[in-house]
């Protein structure tokens, strides 16, 4: 689906709510099925990432039902082998946190994904599980992976990387291990939704600095309302930023301080961003947010900050643009292995809309503050934060732009644009 957009807006006006947050929708849904008895999980994503997750988890025999605002689960703890193979679509959260749990199963099973996701790395997840003693074959290490169930044992596991879907996947697993803790520590500190829910859900859990441990534990059912999603929030957030004279208020956002580096470098940009009427749901802090249109200077972003704004990245290079100074982003070449290679992608997205961006190994330097031309064709490369962010380019681009496969931002956000017709 073709979409055209173009600079004839005025100013962002209002309030909005953003949507369910796609990572603990994962999670609800995936832990509740592993829970006996029954859980209520309200405000559930519409994403169809999410939904990945929810259809495995009732071919596994788990029931699942929507009543109204509430998806209810039941589950005898247990999942059953009533299909071989299980399709997690364009979902790399679904595939590694399902491979952590069919891995320990007394079934065989075969994860299968689309072109995006059979092209991402799965090595990340099949070593630490085969030293767990699982038997996983793959299609040199990408998905096909055929899982062959198998009774685990506990490692302690040293990942060169922050990621959280694999830092998941071994918790899953480590699960399922009787009387040993297994335990992984990353370099740097990832989402921790996993260990906030499976805490919440009984789990005997434990973090200490950047290691997580676990062991065998019965989980019970959860009642949980899922926050909205900062990942989402943030394409509202930088078009306030970037549109002269914008003033919106954005409601009921997750602020978990693993996922909020977004707020942390616009504070340090000099964006006018304030968080008000701060609350807890599920164990998660969350809040609402005002944003104004601001006046940017540019900024380094590593290190430490980047798992906490990992998926922010393409719309942060978006921001930087209206940047004055050189905004410097590195550390960050798992970019490469997202829905798309997002280095490659939001470089040469940019660059075609008329940024002044250069493309490095490891993230990409932005000179700003540029006019974006426009008035071309972009690609959004089965890649749906692409999508969103080329649609916030979009809005101050001097021509029209039409932007192709637009309908990828059905993934993670199907109503975004009905939402920012809301502001205009
Ligand atoms: C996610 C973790 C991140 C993120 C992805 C969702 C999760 O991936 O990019 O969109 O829900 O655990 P990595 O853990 O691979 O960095």
């Not at 340090?268 to 961003?273: A, L, T």
């Not at 292995?337 to 990409?364: P, W």
Request: glycine fraction near 8%.
């Amino acid at each position: 689906m073709k979409k055209i957009v173009s600079r004839n807006i005025e100013a962002l006006k209002g309030t909005i709510t953003i949507p369910s947050d796609k990572s603990i929708s994962h999670r609800a849904v995936i832990f509740s099925s592993l829970a006996k008895g029954k859980s209520v999980i309200k405000n559930f994503s519409d994403g169809q990432d999410p939904h990945s997750s929810l259809e495995i988890c009732k071919m596994l025999g788990i029931e699942a039902e929507f009543t109204e605002d509430k998806l209810i689960i039941n589950s005898n703890g247990k999942l059953e082998k009533k299909h071989d193979i299980f399709d997690c679509g364009n979902s790399g959260t679904t595939m590694r946190l399902m491979a952590g749990i069919l891995a320990r199963q007394n079934f065989s099973s075969i994860l299968t994904g689309d072109t995006s996701l059979s092209a991402r790395p799965m090595k990340r997840i099949i070593e630490p599980l085969t030293l767990m003693g699982a038997k996983i074959t793959s299609n040199d290490f990408k998905a096909p992976l055929k899982i062959t169930g198998n009774k685990l044992h506990a490692i302690h596991y040293n990942s060169k990387i922050a990621s959280a879907q694999v830092k998941s996947c071994i918790l899953l697993a480590g699960l399922g291990v009787e009387n040993e803790f297994t335990s992984i520590t990353e370099p740097y500190i990832s989402r921790n939704h996993t260990e906030i829910m499976l805490k919440n859900m009984g789990a005997d859990i434990n973090t200490d600095g950047t290691t997580v441990s676990i062991k065998k534990s019965n989980l019970i059912p959860i009642d949980i309302t899922i926050p909205g999603d900062i990942s989402s929030a943030a394409y509202f957030i930088t078009a306030a930023l970037i549109i002269p004279n914008s003033k919106i208020i954005i409601k009921n956002i997750g602020l978990n301080p693993t996922r909020t580096g977004i707020l942390d470098i616009v504070k340090e940009m000099g964006g006018n961003i304030k968080i008000l009427n701060k609350y807890e749901t599920g164990g998660e802090p969350a809040g609402d947010i005002s944003v104004e249109y601001s006046e940017l200077k540019a900024c380094k972003i590593s290190g430490e900050v980047i798992p906490k704004l990992i998926d922010e990245i393409p719309i942060i290079a978006v921001l930087a643009t209206q940047s004055d100074g050189d905004t410097v982003i590195s550390g960050a070449q798992d970019l490469r292995n997202k829905e798309s290679d997002r280095i490659t992608t939001v470089v040469n997205g940019l660059k075609s809309l008329g940024a002044d961006i250069e493309e490095t190994t490891d993230g990409m330097i932005i000179h700003g503050k540029t006019e974006l031309s426009g008035g071309c064709e972009i690609e959004t490369c089965h890649d749906h934060r692409l999508a969103m962010s080329f649609f916030v380019a979009g809005l101050i681009c001097k021509k029209e732009i039409t932007i192709n496969g637009f309908e990828w931002v059905n993934i993670s956000f199907p109503n975004f644009e009905e939402l920012f017709l809301k502001l205009f």
